[in-house]
């Protein structure tokens, strides 16, 4: 007879281990389904973001951006460095030895919340019973009261340009976090978060980067003013980012990759060493229910679910990538607390509307709520309030002063309905945003609120105040 549990949870990211690690601490009997094996071919929890994803690229963009300002941009600070050199091999084991400490780390936390840890593929059968395929091809039944799928995203692939990681000349973001050698040009179809960010990390390390990107507007789901202030730039750091550039054809010879494209000029060609594909992930849920589970999906692949992660099927939830949204690791964890806790017969709830997005660039790009242009769209009536960070005390301090922080609020309510950071630590600052808007603040709000001197804080609470025209440190118009 099948074991039988509180809680199944399909998938061991963000949203998945989170889940279980909730649904567990409110007394249920939980168990993982995870079939990931690491660079090591060893079992590990964590999923994409852990493994390849958000921790091992924040790694390289972080070690990154020390050679370069030591190599680049430390002298304005009083101090030269002289016989600067990279050790790729070491910057490498350093991701690998993080990314081990905090997939370890997922493991002892399942041991010690009383998660059992299922390793292989989950899939949903009729009734909800799950079936567990091991690595050596074994299977077994487990069923359970409750079924969450978590299973996560995957990168799109394009016909024009084939990933092989494997040989290392057309990858996706999981082959570029992996090079071994920085290749002297580095050709990037997509100029989104993921490209923005691997694109980084190669061309602070040397390589010449060309980003493909085959939309008219730059970063189009951010506010377009800081979209704008983003390509200024990154384009002034040396990236090379054509818009409305499609590419047609990919070949592989001795020298790299010929990339075939299409502008508004024509058509071209280039070679580059490496080629990396980031145009987008898609949900993983390819093979994830048999057909006679009944579950239902929505468009794209996705799982159909409601405002409670409830799928049509009695018991089954899904949280994550798996369900409309944006794919953002804190959001999936977030889902996975509100199905544990609903679950529990306790009152799980989400705000949709005040989930924060981050780009790890430099200068790092954040932002919470709506842009500019989706409540013009939508006609609410709203008033602007900017700071530039070249008049922030601390910014100047850092060698850090590009950017701004901009505060949309309800024109007749003064509700904060967004804030759109461009500059040092976007993706810290933020949260302040983040948190007003969870407990429904007014610009004003923020405006009367004592911020420390001197912080980057002080250009959010400029920004308030320039709401109403009342900034200090600007000329308000």
Partial sequence: ???????????????????????????????????????????????????????????????????????????????????????????????????????????????????????????????????????????????????????????????????????????????????????????????????????????????????????????????????????????????DIRLETRVTATRKTADGVVVSFKDKNGDHEMTVDKLLVSVGRRPNTDNVAAPEAGLLFGERGYIHVNDECETNLPGVFAIGDVVRGPMLAHKGSEEGVMVAENIAGQHGHLNYDAIPWVIYTNPEIAWVGKTEQALKAEGIPYKIGTFPFAANGRAKAMEAASGMVKMLAHAETDLLLGCHIIGPFASELVQEAVLAMEFHASSEDLARTIHGHPTLYEAMHEAALSVHGRAIHKINT
Avoid at 130 to 159: F, K, L, N, Y
Wanted: aromatic share 4%; glycine share 12%; hydrophobic share 45%.
């Fill in 1 to 239: 007879m099948a074991k039988t549990y509180d809680v199944v949870v399909i998938g061991g990211g963000p949203a998945g281990y989170v889940a279980a690690i909730r649904c567990a601490q409110l007394g249920l009997e939980t168990a993982c389904v995870e079939k990931w094996l690491n660079f090591k071919n060893e079992p590990a929890l964590g999923g994409t973001c852990l493994n390849v994803g958000c921790i091992p690229s924040k790694t390289l963009l972080e070690s990154s951006e020390h050679y370069h300002l030591i190599k680049e941009g430390i002298n304005n600070h009083g101090i030269r460095v002289e016989g600067v050199s990279l050790n790729l091999d070491q910057m490498m084991a350093r991701k690998e030895d993080i990314v081990m400490q905090l997939t370890g780390g997922i493991s002892a936390l399942f041991k010690a919340n009383g998660v059992e840890w299922l390793q292989g593929h989950g899939k949903l059968l009729a009734d909800r019973q799950v079936e567990v395929t091991a690595r050596d091809g074994s299977t077994e039944v487990v069923g359970a009261d409750h079924v969450i799928i978590a299973t996560g995203s995957q990168p799109i692939d394009i016909g024009a340009a084939r990933v092989d990681n494997a040989e290392g000349l057309i990858v996706d973001s999981t082959g570029a976090l992996d090079f071994r050698q920085v290749p002297k040009t580095l050709g990037v179809i997509g100029a989104g978060v993921i490209g923005l960010e691997l694109g980084s990390v190669w061309s602070r390390l040397g390589s010449k980067v060309v980003m493909l990107e085959a939309v008219e507007d730059f970063l189009a789901l951010a506010d377009q003013q800081i979209a704008r202030d983003a390509l200024r730039q990154f384009r002034k750091q040396g990236l």
